[in-house]
């Protein structure tokens, strides 16, 4: 890593003063530095070699022409690109704060006007992207910088240059976009993709904000993109009670595996949360809570260890289950419904 930093200082020198390493992702790595001319620190992404290759240096420069000229409050703009000794790169201004994933690293959970405001903003900059033909395609936390509150969506600059580099990326085994955050037909490498994939990932992003972890997991990408393209969306109020029907029904619209079923613009979807009452759904919604709670099965009765007798069959198979006893003949339950279920896949796949 030190050979690449003095060799980027080396072929940059004229411009621009190499200072050190911030940060490192997928498709880039950023450092920072101090644009000698203009007397101001800057950040300078170095697209990765093997994407550079892909791209060619060509279509790089020519299709971050396009989004240089994108200018938005929330939209993080460029400042130069170029070609060095090999290096593809774009400089941007070095902002003086943190990423929404710190932001959200440190509080797991942001509050419910907090990240509609900041969904709100970041669907603004996009809607403005995609009216000038420009989708991201890689919206996630650490593509979003905080300036005094104020959501700034970064790396454009990557995103008209991968797609214009079409089959030639693909046929490197390099995915654009991050299997958390991916669209279905993304994922699928989908011709003619629009707006509504970038619409899916914010959705995604909104979701994490509100519950403290993306829609899906898994053990690695391909089995995330699975699960995105496959599995119902799990339902926020299951970790959250306190979210609104209108908020939740508004998310799972726009993660809507097919792009028809989502909001026709992002707009419509910032528009749609926008107008949501959230003190008159906060307290429909606490009511509800609140009466769930009350019909909830009693517990067992602490003298005896029995269930009361007023309580129906479902609640005294539950209070029994919490038992010693009743949790070993769950556990014996469980084993069978497995065991059940891969001699089930086992005789359906074989051929």
């Not at 130069?80 to 440190?106: I, K, T």
């Not at 976009?177 to 914010?202: F, V």
């Amino acid at each position: 890593m030190a050979d690449v930093l003095e060799q980027l200082r080396a072929a940059l020198e004229e411009r621009y003063a190499v200072e050190r390493l911030i940060g490192e992702g997928g498709m880039a790595t950023v450092y920072l530095a101090d644009d000698i001319r203009h007397d101001r620190k800057v950040a300078i992404k170095v697209l990765r070699p093997e994407l550079a290759v892909s791209i060619g240096a060509d279509r790089f420069l020519r299709e971050i022409k396009v989004a240089a000229k994108l200018q938005h409050p929330n939209i993080l703009p460029l400042y130069d690109s170029g070609e060095a000794s090999d290096f593809l790169y774009y400089v941007m201004p070095f902002v003086e704060g943190e990423s929404l994933r710190a932001l959200m690293e440190r509080e797991q959970q942001l509050s419910l006007p907090d990240s509609i405001q900041l969904t709100c903003d970041i669907a603004d900059a996009l809607y403005y992207a995609h009216t000038n033909k420009v989708v991201h395609r890689d919206i996630k936390p650490e593509n979003i910088l905080l300036r005094d509150g104020r959501p700034l969506v970064a790396d454009f600059g990557i995103a008209r240059a991968v797609s214009a580099a079409g089959e030639k990326l693909t046929e490197t085994g390099m995915a654009v976009g991050t299997p958390h955050y991916m669209s279905p037909e993304q994922a699928l490498a989908a011709e003619n993709i629009d707006g509504r994939t970038d619409q899916y990932s914010l959705a995604c992003m909104l979701y994490e904000m509100l519950v403290g972890q993306p829609p899906f997991h898994g053990p690695n990408a391909m089995a995330i993109l699975a699960r995105h393209s496959l599995e119902a969306v799990p339902s926020l109020q299951v970790v959250r009670t306190s979210i609104p029907d209108e908020v939740e029904d508004a998310i799972m619209r726009a993660l809507e595996k097919t792009p028809a079923d989502r909001f026709p613009t992002i707009r419509d979807f910032a528009d749609t949360l926008a107008e949501i009452d959230l003190g008159t759904a906060a307290r429909r919604t606490s009511s509800r809570s609140m009466r769930a709670r009350r019909s909830t099965p009693q517990r067992l009765d602490r003298r005896s260890g029995r269930v009361p007798a007023k309580q129906g069959l479902p609640a005294r198979m539950a209070a029994f289950v919490r038992t010693g006893r009743g949790r070993l003949w769950a556990g014996a339950a469980a084993l069978i419904v497995i065991a059940g279920g891969v001699l089930g896949w086992t005789i359906w796949l074989r051929p």
